[in-house]
């Protein structure tokens, strides 16, 4: 599994929803070794289908095929959600993005998040309440092995 640790910095996720992805074969063997990079990828609508942009799949090292590795990737979902998708992204300031990569069996999925951007003061306040949170366990556990 390959996570996008920068979207949820960066970004607000609102919903989350899974989709297949449109792959050649180099490409699979290149994201089971992990080389994927999510720098400024994004999904988008373009008729009616839904499309990955600028993931880059780095070219798999003993593969014979080339492909460009910021080719545009289709994204596999039933009509519903397709629908359901391009309604909600017509709300002014949402955004689709992959949150990660994974295998379900053999197929390669995506996580998009429906995200909407955060502001530098929500990034500090993110940042802030973790470290509340990470004081608070300290001393949960410190006051545990003190009592035993």
Wanted: net charge positive; glycine share 6%; no cysteine.
């Amino acid at each position: 599994m390959i996570v996008n640790k920068k979207a949820r910095h960066d970004y607000t996720v609102v919903d989350t929803f899974e989709a297949g992805i449109a792959l050649k074969g180099a490409e699979v063997k290149s994201i089971r070794a992990g080389h994927v990079s999510f720098t400024d990828s994004f999904a988008r609508m373009r008729e009616g289908e839904l499309w990955l942009f600028n993931l880059h799949i780095s070219p798999y090292a003993f593969g014979r095929s080339s492909y460009d590795p910021r080719r545009e990737r289709k994204l596999l979902l039933h009509r519903h959600e397709i629908r359901k998708l391009s309604g909600m992204l017509s709300q002014k300031g949402l955004t689709l993005l992959p949150l990660r990569i994974y295998f379900n069996g053999p197929w390669a999925k995506v996580e998009l998040g429906l995200a909407k951007g955060k502001r530098k003061y929500d990034k500090r306040e993110t940042l802030r309440k973790r470290e509340v949170d990470k004081e608070l366990r300290r001393a949960t556990k410190e006051r545990i092995r003190s009592t035993q």
